[in-house]
Each structure stands twice: as structure tokens, then as C-alpha cells.
């Protein structure tokens, strides 16, 4: 590795294992290009998770409003309330699979009789 398969303006668009029909040119890791590109790949990754983060703010800003009656979910848009139900649908089923999944708690007060 790598092997990069570069866009019409010659820039590095992906980089492989190993090589494919459209991405035949080998560099060392240590080049420059390939450098940078993980580099920006890293930060647009951070990005994308700061993004979920700020929805997740959002979603529970609207439950807040919703909850204290300052807003009402009829008066967004129909797309608007359509994904907000799909996501508190999924967010639901997601925590209930999560605990589901953990181990039952185990008390750590033991009982002694004397």
C-alpha cells in the first residue's frame, strides 16, 4: 500500500490496498500527497462527527420546545416532522438494543447476617 487512483485534475481521490483497474500508481507512505490526503480524510472525519454531535443538540432542543409547548410539531413542515419521528424512532430502538445487550447489574451491597 498505497496504491491511488487520482481524479481528472490529477489530485489523489482514493487510496488502496493493493492495486485496481483504476488505481495502478504506487507511492510510499511517507509521500507528500498521500500525507496530506489522509490528513484531510482525518479532519473531514472529525468534522462529520462534530456534525452528529450538533444534530443530536438540535433534536433535543426541539424535544425541550415541544415538551414546554413552545412550538408544536404540527406547525413544521411535514418533512420536518416526518424526520424528526424516524430519528426518535431509531434513537429509541438503538437504546433499547444497548441495554438489551449489557450484562444484568449485580448488586454491590452484600447481605450479612450476623
Same mark, same amino acid.
Given at each position: 500500500?498505497?496504491? +491511488? !487512483? =487520482?481524479?481528472?485534475?490529477?489530485?489523489?481521490?482514493? %487510496?488502496?490496498?493493493?492495486?485496481? #483497474?483504476?488505481? +495502478?500508481?504506487?507511492? &510510499?507512505?511517507?509521500? #507528500?500527497? %498521500?500525507? !496530506?490526503f489522509v490528513a484531510q480524510v482525518e479532519q473531514s472525519d472529525r468534522f462529520g462527527a462534530m456534525d452528529a454531535d450538533v444534530i443530536r443538540v438540535l433534536e433535543d432542543v426541539v424535544d425541550l420546545m415541544l415538551?414546554?409547548?413552545? %412550538?408544536? %410539531?404540527?406547525?413544521?413542515?411535514? &418533512?420536518?416532522?416526518?424526520?424528526?419521528?424516524? =430519528? =426518535?424512532?431509531? =434513537?429509541?430502538?438503538e437504546e433499547e438494543a444497548s441495554r438489551q445487550s449489557l450484562p444484568p447489574r449485580v448488586s454491590s451491597r452484600s447481605s450479612t447476617t450476623g
Open positions: 500500500m498505497p496504491y +491511488v !487512483r =487520482r481524479n481528472a485534475m490529477g489530485e489523489i481521490e482514493s %487510496i488502496h490496498k493493493a492495486a485496481a #483497474p483504476d488505481a +495502478v500508481e504506487y507511492l &510510499d507512505p511517507s509521500n #507528500p500527497e %498521500i500525507r !496530506r415538551a414546554k409547548g413552545l %412550538i408544536d %410539531i404540527a406547525e413544521l413542515p411535514a &418533512d420536518a416532522q416526518t424526520k424528526l419521528l424516524l =430519528r =426518535r424512532e431509531q =434513537r429509541t430502538r
